[in-house]
């Protein structure tokens, strides 16, 4: 199968095609590229499993253009999760509300929650708007590799695979979005984002954080999985003197390493290969897939200096960090 690239504009009615004929395709949003199918089809969301090679347990994300009716989907919706609603989409912030079961039982893994997002990405718009029916998607990475910023990743992971690709271009955000649980009292993150805890605090009132409680079942079964990890070696540390030290010592052992670091420390490293994450959360976010996908490519061992701030979008980067390189947290 050839694998096309193509925006939204030229590529909307090949899209609606292979959408419609019960084919996966990939697409830009404003967080990463998402891999989507009808949402409806129990055959059709199957094949997102199988090319991703995704746990059956981790449920997908049902993605809807912004005129779409998020009533047909779900059933009831608490006041604060309207409030949300209205402040923050279209935008980074994945919404779980009870499911009303009127799309396929394999999006939600057999849970009784529906997963819905509606993305800013003017790409992603356009093709939601031209199929005009919940596309189930997750990220467009094969399962446990760094998810995807352009179309270019999306074509490493599945050329030959999907039929189509829809380019937007890089995207702005960089990591996935903030899953919010909706079904309880007080609004609860499930996975870190853009969307920040601050912010959802601001218009809801309060905003919890779900820690998993040894034992339990993950409240988001994509919390029990490794994540984001580059298919090289890595290592993370916390000072700067323990990063130059594993450095030295792969390029003594003969191997090509490389440091990932924010824009503060990269001095410190001259004259070592850098990638510079950036300076503050939101540009961290925006490059650190890249980044890590350019270490795969060019290095046998990514070092990598965990950030020092907290709090904001910085809880949703160093969620991916952790995970990227082996810091397993309980976060989604
Ligand atoms: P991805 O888009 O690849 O990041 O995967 C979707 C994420 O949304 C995973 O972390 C899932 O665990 C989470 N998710 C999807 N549906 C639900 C749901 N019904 N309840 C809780 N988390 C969900
Ligand atoms: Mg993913």
Request: hydrophobic content about 40%; some cysteine; overall charge neutral.
């Amino acid at each position: 199968m050839q694998t096309k690239i193509v925006t939204a504009q030229d590529g909307l009615s090949l899209a609606k095609q292979y959408i419609f004929g019960g084919d996966v395709v990939a697409f830009h949003t404003e967080t990463v590229y998402g891999l989507g199918a009808d949402a409806r089809s129990d055959e059709a969301v199957k094949r997102i499993f199988a090319l991703k090679g995704r746990p059956s347990d981790n449920p997908l994300i049902a993605h809807i253009h912004a005129e779409f009716d998020l009533k047909t989907l779900i059933d009831g919706e608490p006041p604060y999760a309207e409030k949300l609603r209205k402040a923050f989409l279209p935008g980074p912030l994945t919404m779980v509300y009870p499911s009303n079961g009127k799309v396929s039982k394999y999006v939600s893994c057999g849970l009784k929650t529906l997963a819905v997002r509606v993305p800013a990405s003017p790409t992603a718009q356009a093709f939601l708007r031209a199929v005009d029916i919940p596309i189930a998607a997750p990220s467009a990475n094969l399962s446990g590799h760094v998810s995807p910023v352009t179309a270019q990743h999306v074509y490493r992971d599945f050329c030959g695979k999907i039929p189509l690709i829809l380019d937007g271009g890089a995207s702005s955000g960089g990591i996935e979005s903030t899953v919010l649980d909706c079904t309880g009292e007080i609004p609860m993150i499930l996975r870190a984002g853009l969307v920040t805890r601050e912010m959802i605090a601001s218009v809801a009132g309060a905003c919890e954080v779900y820690h998993r409680k040894a034992g339990e079942a993950p409240k988001s079964p994509g919390m029990a999985h490794r994540h984001y990890a580059p298919r090289c070696r890595t290592a993370c540390v916390s000072d700067a003197a323990e990063a130059i030290a594993l450095y030295d010592r792969e390029q003594e052992g003969g191997g090509s390493p490389v440091v990932l670091c924010e824009s503060g420390l990269a001095a410190m490293f001259a004259p070592r290969r850098v990638l510079d994450v950036g300076g503050d959360g939101e540009e961290m976010a925006r490059r650190l897939y890249a980044l890590l996908r350019e270490g795969e490519d060019t290095a046998t061992l990514i070092v990598a200096v965990e950030p020092k701030a907290r709090g904001g979008v910085m809880e949703g980067v160093l969620n991916r960090f952790s995970r990227a390189f082996g810091r397993n947290t309980d976060e989604a």
